[in-house]
């Protein structure tokens, strides 16, 4: 797995132990590793003049008063994270397609995308947007660079068989959609512990083996490995990069922040000072980086996971068209920060 982001690429060093640590040895700079710290410059666009925010993200239209989420920016330890240059990104990638793939949160950092993008570019610039099934696109004309989303909340097959909805941890029928593009960003984890009416499934297959349930972290890990042998066997690595984005954090848990008895983010107006947050990292993200390391393909971790966790600040909230959630991001707000990293990592 190639995890490098910066300057230049910085190789990840990966231990393939079942219950050790990943470890990362890097000869450049470790864009993951840092603080957040108030910037007045910030935010790096006004989301009122940003279309189609889907209502779950859009905080400020849906009155959210305290503003200060908007100012922090991710500080590095020993080095900057590039600002977004939409003209550089958009010129660095023409005539390339870019796809995010993956639950809601893949949506959330697309559509941080777009804004960052559509707001920094001309008015007269030449965007046209579709959707077809369970992809949205959005191409930049002058530049020739496409960059869509692609629902897929497991990434393995959901199929609808006599016995009702299955669950299939062994079968990716999308592929061949999405390795005609040049670049990748897959992510989930969101809805695999989904029960009762949110659950869109009724059995969980592997091979012949059906059951009613199993597992979800053991059921997590084999739909990721089924991607792993996916991605070995199906993509051409000279043609198209491929990223795998850390798990998104929910903050439900106030016990993980040191404010045990709180149960949601309602009243968080501030990101976590320093590095470290108390809960650890979650088991999910322990999962992915323990499979990704098993990965022949050169494949980057997109490592949001650890600076999210210091932003229990920067959820919607009850600021949106759905009810509390703090799960998803608000957009201006820290899935900015996430694509600037990717940035970095193909500009």
């Known amino acids: 797995m190639d995890g490098g982001i910066g300057g230049r690429w910085c190789t990840i060093i990966l231990f393939a ?31 009122l003049k940003c279309p189609h925010i889907r209502r779950e993200f859009d905080c400020i239209k849906y009155g959210r008063p305290n503003l200060n989420y908007l100012k ?17 990104f958009l010129t660095k990638m023409s005539g390339k397609k870019i796809m995010f793939i993956g639950d809601s949160i893949s949506e959330n950092q697309w559509q941080s995308m777009m804004c960052l993008l559509r707001t920094s570019l001309p008015p007269q610039s030449i965007i046209n947007e579709q959707t077809v099934n369970s992809t949205t696109t959005a191409t930049f004309e002058d530049y020739g660079v496409s960059i869509s989303v692609f629902l897929s909340h497991y990434l393995v097959d959901i199929v609808e068989e006599k016995i009702g909805r299955v669950l299939k941890l062994d079968s990716i029928s999308n592929g061949d959609v999405w390795k005609e593009n040049d670049v990748l960003i897959f992510n989930t984890w969101l809805w695999w512990y989904r029960r009762g009416e949110k659950q869109p499934w009724d059995y969980i297959q592997i091979g012949k083996n059906i059951t009613k349930d199993m597992d979800r972290m053991v059921a997590f ?32 848990n106030g016990m993980e922040w040191n404010e045990p008895g709180v149960t949601n983010c309602a009243k968080e107006t501030l990101p976590m000072n320093g590095s470290t947050y108390p809960g650890g990292v ?51 707000g820290l899935p900015d920060t996430w694509n600037l990293l990717l940035s970095a990592a193909l500009v």
Not at 22 to 37: E, P
Not at 76 to 82: D, E, K, S, V
Not at 231 to 245: H, P, S
């Open 17 to 47: 132990l079942v219950s050790g640590p990943i470890s990362y040895a890097c000869d450049a700079c470790d864009l993951y590793q840092g603080r957040w710290v108030y910037d007045e410059s910030y935010p790096l666009y006004n989301s």
């Open 72 to 88: 922090f920016r991710w500080q590095p330890t020993n080095c900057n994270l590039p600002r977004f240059n939409a003209k550089e």
């Open 221 to 252: 890990q084999e739909g990721l490995n089924t991607w792993a042998n996916w991605v070995n066997a199906e993509i051409d690595t000279e043609k198209t990069k491929v990223f795998f984005q850390g798990v998104s954090p929910p903050h439900y």
């Open 282 to 332: 979650p088991r999910a993200e322990m999962v992915v980086e323990q499979v990704l390391s098993g990965i022949t393909k050169p494949v980057s971790l997109l490592n949001i996971t650890r600076l999210s966790q210091l932003r229990k600040d920067a959820h919607p909230g009850r600021f949106n068209n759905f009810g509390m959630d703090c799960t998803h991001w608000c957009v201006a």
